[in-house]
C-alpha cells in the first residue's frame, strides 16, 4: 500500500515536504482547476524512507486555492521537468497563506489558499531507480 498524507499546517506541510524532496514533475501534468479551486500536480517521488533506491508515482492536490503564480517555470514546454527541494507556507491573514513550491533552477509556484489542505498519495507501483539524490534532505 502506498503513502498517503494530509498536510493541514505548517508541521504537516515539514513532513510532507520531505517526502517530496527531489520528485520529478512533467510541467505538462501541473493542472490548475480554478472552478473547483484545485491544483493537481503528478509526481514520481523519490521514496526516501525506503532503503531501497526507488521512485513511485504519486499525486498532490492542493484546495482552496485562490490563485497561482509561477515563476522561472516556462508553461509553455508541456514535456519539461522540474524537480522539486521544498514547500513551504507563509500565513498572511490565517488560515489564508501562500504556499511556494521551490524548484531546482530556480522555478517556483506561488499559490495564494484560504487554508493549508493538501493531499499527496502514492499511485502504482514503487520501480527501482539507478539514481538516488546527492544531498541533504531538508
Known amino acids: 500500500m502506498g503513502l498517503k498524507l494530509i498536510a493541514n499546517d505548517t ?6 515536504a520531505g517526502t517530496l524532496q527531489d520528485a520529478i514533475i512533467r510541467v505538462g501534468d501541473i493542472a490548475l482547476d480554478m472552478p ?14 525506503n532503503a531501497r533506491p526507488e521512485r513511485i508515482e504519486s499525486g498532490l492536490r492542493i484546495d482552496n486555492v485562490m490563485e497561482m503564480r509561477s515563476q522561472g517555470i516556462d508553461r509553455t514546454e508541456p514535456d ?5 527541494l521544498n514547500a ?21 509556484l506561488q499559490v495564494d489558499v484560504e487554508a493549508l489542505d493538501i493531499i499527496l498519495a502514492d499511485i502504482g507501483d514503487p520501480r527501482r531507480t539507478r539514481h538516488r539524490p546527492d544531498h541533504d534532505l531538508l
Do not use: C
Request: hydrophobic share 35%; net charge positive; aromatic share 8%.
Open 11 to 16: 508541521d504537516d506541510l515539514k513532513v510532507m
Open 88 to 108: 513551504s507556507f507563509e500565513p498572511t491573514d490565517e488560515p489564508s497563506g501562500k504556499l511556494t513550491l521551490t524548484f531546482a533552477g530556480g522555478g517556483r
Open 36 to 49: 473547483q479551486r484545485s491544483l493537481t500536480l503528478r509526481a514520481s517521488r523519490f521514496r526516501h524512507e
Open 80 to 84: 519539461a521537468f522540474l524537480v522539486l
